[in-house]
């Protein structure tokens, strides 16, 4: 597999996985519910940055430091919502 159709392939997992995540804040009623819209976005924000990252060419090239910079947000944002989630968990528990 080429690097184009990976990075393709990982747009739409993303994508994918930011839909399923806003389903569930859909459905659920409790107070995880903000953490769940926050999560969806953060996969979606990866999932563009994948989408742009095909666009430009590649993620290593000298003037994209800035797509970098963007998926290292994205990143922080995901473990940030993964930090809120088990917080969570271990209130109810």
């Not at 569930?24 to 990866?46: G, Q």
């Not at 430009?56 to 947000?73: D, Q, R, S, T």
Request: glycine share 6%.
């Amino acid at each position: 597999m080429d690097y184009t159709s990976f990075n393709i392939y990982e747009a739409l997992f993303w994508i994918l996985l930011a839909g399923i995540t806003f389903a569930i804040y859909e459905a659920i009623h409790w107070h995880a519910r903000p953490v769940f819209w926050e999560a969806a976005m953060w996969f979606l924000l990866f999932g563009i940055s994948d989408i742009v990252e095909v666009m430009m060419g590649g993620l290593f090239m000298p003037k994209l430091w800035w797509l970098i910079a963007w998926k290292g947000v994205c990143i922080m944002g995901i473990f940030h919502v993964i930090y809120r989630y088990l917080q969570l968990r271990v209130v109810i528990k």
